[in-house]
């Protein structure tokens, strides 16, 4: 039986070139008391995240800190159990999969985190930071691996020269380099970006961003690209998802979706980049979000984006809304965009 989003033309179709498809997808962490770790709530950090990644393609995933983004990269790459949901790999079906059955699937879905330093051991050279997937997937040809290593250094913009010093010898920009490196070592189809440029200096994410685009094309990758920044985001991304309060509230084409943001909170975030871009700005009519995020422990009833939301009527405070069609290939979650009675 189709769900009400479906039969009002809330779902996006699924392709067969999808390397990514992640459905329905839900993670409640329990919050436990006492001596006995007594269950008395949840922590609904994503609760029903639905999205796909094309072949080649980027999807940004966007909010602000506390929305789930994150929850999203790991559960995608199974380093958390999910609640419950679907996640396809490569039309595979990830959840229920055992660690052995995941070995394999692991060297083609890597990830770059935000900061690559701390994730390197001080005391390993380049070499054998880049080396350490290689090795953890069973590739311990020394000779090859230096070989292999050369090669990606030199793919990322470095010198085959850096392979034998230490991470505390490169700068910040540098270390995402040999992050990015490290990642593409197994010879991934889809690598999770998480705040990937977040922690860089402006002109040094743009080096950065530059180099994931170019390594893109090159190999063919897919990217999840998970930012709390919408320029950011913008500028890498070929469709958008906008998360709020563990919901993807809007998502789709990028320039579509900021061209003309249909969601209420998709409109608060376009406005916080409106000052950098003149275009935006002359778009007008933005609003600036107010207050903080609620916590996903208790999120409000009704639409969870209602207690910010200037446009927010009776309705919004006590029946969520459906994902619906906004556009070719687009959709939200809010109830302007059904027409409901504002009473
Ligand atoms: Fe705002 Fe209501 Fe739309 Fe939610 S459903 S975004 S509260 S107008």
Redesign the pocket.
Known sequence: MSTVAEQAGGSLPTANSDVLEVRDLVKHFPITRGLLRRTVGHVRAVDGVSFRIGAGETVGLVGESGSGKSTVARLVLRLLDRTSGSIRFEGRELTGLRSREMMPLRRRMQIIFQDPVSSFDPRMTILAVISEPLEAHGMTDRRVNRRRAAELLELVGLSAGDLDKYPHQFSGGQAQRIGIARALATDPRLLVCDEAVSALDVSVQAQVLNLLRSLQRELGLSYLFIAHDLNVVRYISDRICVMYLGQVVEQGPADALLADPR???TQTLAAAIASADPAVARAGGRHVVRGEIPSPSAPPPG?R??TR?P???DL?RTTA?ESVAAGPDRLAS???LTGADRG
Do not use: D, K, N
């Open positions: 969601h209420p909170y639409c984006f209602h939301c446009s927010a009527f919004c809304p809010c109830h302007l």
